[in-house]
């Protein structure tokens, strides 16, 4: 079941966060399952070292929350790697 809920919410936040990012005409479907899967990852792990806040993972507004922040983040740096602002 946990699996399940990593794509509902990586595909959520990945879809956010290419709207708030400008990229969403660039990337399908699964493009935003897997940034917004990474994202969540990349997110989680900044909360946990900055903030020393805990996530649970599951399907909540905080982990939503976390996982959008993390996952523009990524499309930011991806963005920035391509020479693209």
Do not use: H, Y
Not at 12 to 18: E, F, N, Q, T, V
Not at 32 to 57: E, H
Request: charged content about 5%; proline content about 1%; hydrophobic content about 60%.
């Amino acid at each position: 079941m946990g699996f399940i809920i990593w794509i509902i919410v990586g595909a959520l936040s990945g879809w956010i966060a290419s709207k708030i990012m400008g990229t969403d005409e660039q990337m399908g479907a699964l493009a935003n399952i897997v940034v917004g899967v990474i994202g969540s990852a990349v997110g989680g792990w900044l909360a946990s070292v900055l903030l020393n806040a805990q996530t649970d993972g599951g399907l909540n507004i905080p982990s939503i929350l976390v996982a959008i922040v993390g996952s523009c983040l990524l499309l930011f740096i991806v963005n920035m790697i391509k020479g693209r602002n």
